[in-house]
């Protein structure tokens, strides 16, 4: 497709003489009519190798496409949803993600991927938000199910347990430990829920009843705040992701070979970035996922990571630096290590230095959004130390910097990032609005994020256009922060902006204006762990008597920062 490529548009993309040896600048996106259909390609190619591990159990690739099979046999038959249903799914990485994520998509299903640690108010609204009539919950998050799922339209819950997938006996220890001896299962009340392992046993004795999969048929409502405000669902269809997963395969193959490949994978399955990266493009190359489920524990991720001789790992830097910060990790056998990716927040260069001098391979920085499902550049694979750089536009992918009137800005000069390709989302789930707001009339998505460009056609980030706050890779929106915190009756006003940390890149710091002068510190932060997830709660409270203010009244941010 388009190899010969005429003089104008290599003035336009610089970037297409820069590509790294083997990676055209474009290539045939539409190789799969939908995921499943990709799925069971890698099913069939790669049946007897091994897919996922978690916790001691691994399973191939036959026995996923046995068991997401009798999920998704047991969804439409049992549960009698039609293509198209929202089904949401709310735990860590174990085993049961991929099974009920692929049942999920085989049957014709939409994927809502919820976070475990959502409050019952941040589920609540996305469960009303997208419509979805079930949800998949690990039972250590089904208390705060029971609390969302009044006002919502889920009609049914299915429960699973951390040891599930492990096999008898391990499954009945595992389980035990977990919700007798370290207390980590809240007692809930869901007396119509239906056990994970119910549901596949039922859907084993019923037939699939392959739905009719398109290109533009969604796949999944990926929440984000977007550029702007409250969250929203980023409507990612199955071509979507498909195009990314093979633009990025194209970009990494080189160093990939099938069926050999082991990759650490930390970041949750939910999130964009491992969902594709980890989950779905070394499925592609027939590698084994190891799932960690609790990367916070570097001890015990480290120990894991001690069993393998693993050839890729992805994460945030955040995370790397707290594994570089553990002498342990200096002693894991990095021999076969080839690729180190990172993403969903900037790489240190200190960090990536280390990365290198300790691992022997350099951290390669990618840059994407939820709403470009989300890679949209990555620097070369043959990158030898770390350039600063975000990289370059990954194939068949149009990105520019243009000005507030949305003119490009010549080579240099900084302006919002914009990105075209097929990845981009089709727009936000029944916002309207919202989407006019982030798509240009020609095809472009407008990041929010304000880079430049050299010569090369390598793109930098410089600053960020949107007041979104990125802790360890997660967006928090001060609007969110802002609503829960003038909720508290003794609140007049409240303003939150980003601060550096040197932990989780920022955090969120919250200026309140007190309507009872006997409002303490403390009493805000209760307050906001209660109505907000432990990344989105501020770490920094300050009061003052007024909040700076535009002749209309709108709060600077911009001010405060």
């Known amino acids: 497709m388009q190899n010969h490529l005429n003089q104008s548009a290599k003035n336009h993309r610089p970037w297409l003489g820069s590509y790294q040896d ?5 290539i045939d996106v539409t190789q799969f009519s939908s995921l499943p259909a990709f799925l069971e390609d890698v099913f069939h190619t790669f049946a007897t190798r091994p897919a996922f591990h978690n916790m001691g ?6 026995e996923i496409d046995e068991l997401s099979e009798q999920f998704a046999c047991y969804l439409q038959n049992d549960l009698k949803l039609k293509k198209g249903d929202r089904v949401a799914i709310m735990m860590p990485n174990l085993l049961q993600y991929p099974v009920a994520l692929f049942g999920i998509l085989r049957a014709g299903l939409i994927a809502v991927n919820c976070n475990p640690l959502y409050t019952a108010r941040e589920l609540e609204y996305q469960l009303k938000d997208s419509g979805a009539v079930a949800i998949i919950v690990v039972a250590n998050f089904a208390k705060t199910v029971e609390e969302a799922l009044p006002k919502t339209d889920v009609k049914h819950v299915l429960v699973t347990e951390l040891g599930d997938m492990l096999g008898f006996p391990k499954k009945l220890i595992v389980n035990a430990v977990v919700k007798y001896l370290k207390k980590m299962v809240p007692a809930f009340h869901l007396p119509n829920a239906t056990s994970f392992l119910g549901a596949l046993e039922k859907g084993n004795n ?3 009843n392959k739905p009719a999969l398109t290109r533009e048929d969604v796949a999944f409502l990926q929440y984000t705040g977007g550029t702007t405000g409250v969250a929203k669902g980023a409507v990612l269809t199955h ?5 990314n997963m093979l633009q990025a395969k194209a970009w990494v193959k080189s160093l990939l070979n099938d069926g050999e490949e082991i990759i650490i994978t930390p970041l949750p399955l939910y999130h964009i970035f491992s969902l594709t990266a ?11 996922n190891v799932l960690i489920t609790n990367p916070r524990d570097i001890p015990g991720f480290i120990k894991e990571m001690k069993k393998w001789k693993f050839s890729a790992i992805t994460g945030l830097n955040t995370l790397f630096n707290a594994l570089l910060n553990n002498p342990e990790f200096k002693t894991i056998d990095f021999s076969k290590l080839k690729i180190t990716l990172g993403g969903g927040m900037a790489v240190q260069r200190a960090v990536a230095e280390r990365w290198k001098e300790v691992t022997k391979v350099p951290l390669i920085e990618a840059y994407g959004l ?19 750089f975000i990289g370059l536009p990954l194939p068949s992918t149009d990105m520019k910097i243009v000005d507030d009137n949305g003119n490009e800005v010549p080579t240099g000069e900084a302006g919002e990032i914009c990105i075209k390709g097929p990845q981009v989302m089709s727009g936000y789930w029944q916002k309207p609005e919202e989407t006019a707001k982030v798509m240009t009339p020609d095809g472009y998505f407008r990041s929010g994020d304000i880079g430049t460009m050299n010569e090369e056609g390598y793109f930098k980030i410089v600053d960020r256009k949107k007041d979104m ?17 003038v909720m508290h009756p003794k609140v007049l006003e409240a303003a939150a902006i980003a601060v550096p940390d040197e932990r989780s890149g920022e955090v969120p710091k919250i200026f309140i204006v007190k309507k009872d002068d006997s409002l303490t510190e403390q009493e805000i932060l209760d307050f906001c762990r209660k109505n907000l ?8 409270v300050e009061f003052r008597t007024e909040l700076p203010k535009t002749n209309v009244g709108k709060i600077l941010r911009k001010a405060l920062r």
Do not use: W
Not at 239 to 243: K, L, Q, R, S, W
Not at 469 to 485: H, K
């Open 22 to 26: 083997g990676v055209p600048a474009e």
């Open 57 to 62: 159990k691994t399973l191939s690739y036959a």
């Open 206 to 208: 019923s037939q699939l």
């Open 239 to 243: 071509g979507n992701i498909a195009a």
């Open 278 to 288: 980890n989950c779905l493009i070394f499925s592609a190359v027939g590698a084994l």
């Open 370 to 388: 939820t709403e470009t499902s989300p890679a949209a550049c990555i620097n070369r694979m043959d990158l030898k130390d770390y350039n600063g």
């Open 469 to 485: 706050i990125l802790v360890s890779g997660f967006n928090v929106y001060p609007n969110e922060i802002e609503e829960v915190a």
């Open 533 to 540: 997830t432990a990344y989105k709660v501020p770490k920094h």
